[in-house]
C-alpha cells in the first residue's frame, strides 16, 4: 500500500543532498555537512521523496511526526560489530585493571577463544535471541545499517551456527544487515602448533559450505602479532575471491605489519583499528579506494593508542567510525560515543564525525548510494533527535540520551 509520511517541524535537516553520493567523503570534503534549518521531509513509499522549509511546507500525509524543534539526521551506518555473541567477558576486563594485557590474555587461551567456547555451547536460537536483543539496543542508539562479523565459531559448525544467526536478523529485522565471515579471527588451540591445517579448514570447508548457502557478503581476517600474519590473510583473502567475497580487514590495533597494504592489493572495501600507522601505510592508503575504519572505543576500553585520524583526514584519506560491537574491546554499541570519543580524543570536528559515522560507514559497507545521506530516492532510515541547541550539541553532550526516534521505513 502506498505511504507518506511528513516530518515537520525540524530545527535543522542535516546531511542533504541533491542525490545519492558516488563516493566516500575525504580530505576537507569530510566536514561539509549540508543543514537545512526549520525544515519538513516528506518520505513516501519508505524513500525519500522531498525536503524543504517550513514557509513551505506540504499540507498533508498519510502520517505526520512533529520534530518539536529536534534534528533529523540519517541514521548511524556502523560498518564494524561482532554482535553475536555468547556472553560477556567482565572477569578479563577486571584482570586487565589488575596489570594483565590483552594479549597476554589471548596468549593463556582467554579473549576471543573464550568467546568461541562459550558460543559452542549456545544453542542457535538463544544466541539468536540475545543478537536481537543486542540490535534492538543499536537501533535505540540510533543505528539504522549495520555490519555483523562471525568469528567466535573457529569451527566449521559454529562458524556456520554464527552465520545463520546473521541472516535470521537480516530476514527478521528491518535493519539492513551485511555479514562478514571472519574465521580467521584466531588459531584455535588445537591448531596452534598446525597452523596451516586451520588455514585449509577456513579455506577447504568452512568457505564452500558458507559460499553454498549465500551467508556471507563480505570476508575478514584479524592481521596480527597475536591472531595471523600477513601471509596467511593473504592465504585466505585470495580464497575468499573465488567466491567473490571482499575484504574488509582488521589490521594494525596493535603492530603494524604490511597488512593495510596486503589488504589493498586485494581490494579491500575498508581496513578497520588503524590505532598505529605508518608512512607506507598512509601511502598505500592514499593511492586506493579503501576507507580507513576507525574505532575509537575499542582503544578507549583498552587504554591503547588513539587512531591518528587528523593525519588519515589531511593525507585525503577517506575514513569511517564504527563500534567493533564486542564483548572483548568494546562492550558497547552506542555509536553516539563512538562520536563523541572521535570529537575528544582524536580531533575531529563534529560535522566530520557525523559524516564518518553516516556516509562514509554506509560506503564502509557499499550501501553508500541507498543509506547515509538525505537524499531523494535513498531509503528513510533516519534520527529525530531530542530538541537541542545544535549538531554539535550531540558528541559533545557525551553519554546524554539525544536521539528521541529511529525511523526505519
Ligand atoms: O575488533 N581485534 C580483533 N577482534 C575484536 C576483538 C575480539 C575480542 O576480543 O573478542 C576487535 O577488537
Ligand atoms: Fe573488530
Partial sequence: MPHSLLITNIKGLAGVADAAPEKPLAGDALKELEVLENAW?????????????????????????????GFVLPAWC????????????EQEWVDRIKGLSYEEIAQRGGGILNSARKLREMPEEELYEKAL?????????????????SGYGLSVDSELKMLRVIRRLKESSRMPIRATFLGAHSVPMEYRQNRQGYIRLIIEEMLPKIAAEGLADYID???EKVAFTVEEMEQVLEAGARYGLKPKVH????????????????GAVSVDHLEVVNDEDIAALQNSNTIATLLPTAPFFLNDHIPPARRIIEAGIPLALATDFNPGTSPSGRMPFVLSLACIQM????????NAATVNGAFAME??????TIAPGMAANLIVTKPMPSLSYLPYAFGS??????VLE
Avoid at 78 to 89: E, G, I, P, W, Y
Avoid at 251 to 266: K, L, S
Avoid at 347 to 354: D, G, Q
Fill in 133 to 149: 536483543k543486542r540490535l534492538d539496543e543499536v537501533r535505540s542508539y540510533g543505528t539504522g545499517a549495520i555490519e555483523i562479523k
Fill in 251 to 266: 589490521v594494525n590495533q596493535f603492530n603494524c605489519m604490511g597488512g593495510i597494504e596486503a589488504a589493498i592489493r586485494h
Fill in 221 to 223: 581476517v584479524f592481521c
Fill in 41 to 69: 521531509l516528506l518520505i513516501e513509499n519508505g524513500r525519500i521523496a522531498r525536503f524543504g522549509r517550513m514557509a513551505e511546507v506540504p499540507d498533508r500525509a498519510d502520517e505526520m511526526l512533529d520534530a518539536r524543534q
Fill in 401 to 406: 540520551d539525544l536521539v528521541e526516534r529511529v
Fill in 78 to 89: 556502523d560498518s564494524h560489530t561482532h554482535l553475536v555473541f555468547a556472553q560477556s567477558r
Fill in 367 to 372: 550501501w553508500g548510494s541507498e543509506y547515509g
Fill in 347 to 354: 580531533r575531529m570536528l563534529p560535522e566530520e564525525a557525523i
